[in-house]
C-alpha cells in the first residue's frame, strides 16, 4: 500500500520540484499539495495523509503551526520539516511541535522519499550536526515574548501590538523588555533580528 503524501510550500516551481521527486516513488503517493499553511490544512483534512512535507516560512499559518494544528487534528499524520533554514531554533520549535522530521532542501534529493519511508515506519529524520547544535543554543523566549517580538519586527507600536494581542501596553513593554534583557541587545529591532536569526521566531 502507496504512503499518502501531502507537500505544501509556498514556491510554486519547488512545490512542482517536489512533488515530482516524491511521486516517481512506487510506493508514494502524492495525494494533495498546497501553497500556504491554512490550505494544506484544508488539505490534509480532506486526504488525511500519512506524511504530510511542508516548509516553514509560508503566509496565512508558518510551517511550525501547522505541524501543530496537524498534529492535533489528525494525530496519525506524521510531519517532516523541509526548510532553506539551518537555525537551531526552527529545529528545536519543530521538534517541541512534534514533528517527526527536519530536513534542509539543500540535502540529496534521493533523502526526501528515504525520510518519508523512515517517519511512515515511525521513525524520526533530523540533520544531526543541526540536533546537536540546537541542544547547546535553547531557546529562551517564552511564546508570548516571542508574539510580542514578531509584531515588533513588522513595525507594530506597543499601542499596536497591545490591541492586537488584548494585553495592555504596559503588558508588551515588560515583555518586550524581558526579551532585550534575556538576548543581552539594546532595543527591540536588535532582539527581533537575533531572535529571527537563531530561529526563535
Known sequence: MSIRVVVAEDQSMVLGALV???DIEKD??????AKDGREALEVCAKSTPDVLVTDIEMPGM??????????????KTRV?????????????????????????????AEQLADAVRRVHAGGRVIDPALAQEAWSDPDPLSER???VLRSAEEGSTSADIATRLGLSE????????EAISK??????????????QKGWL
Open 170 to 177: 504596559g503588558t508588551v513593554r515588560n515583555y518586550l523588555s
Open 80 to 108: 517532516i520539516i523541509l526548510t532553506t533554514f539551518a537555525r537551531p531554533g526552527y529545529l528545536r520549535r519543530a521538534l517541541d511541535s512534534r514533528a517527526s522530521g527536519y530536513l534542509l532542501k539543500d540535502a540529496p
Open 28 to 33: 508514494i503517493d502524492v495525494v494533495g499539495q
Open 145 to 147: 515574548e516571542r508574539q
Open 20 to 22: 515530482a521527486l516524491l
Open 183 to 196: 538576548l543581552g541587545v539594546a532595543n527591540r529591532i536588535e532582539a527581533a533580528r537575533l531572535a529571527r
Open 62 to 75: 508558518t510551517g511550525l503551526e501547522l505541524t501543530v494544528a496537524v498534529r492535533k487534528a489528525l494525530p
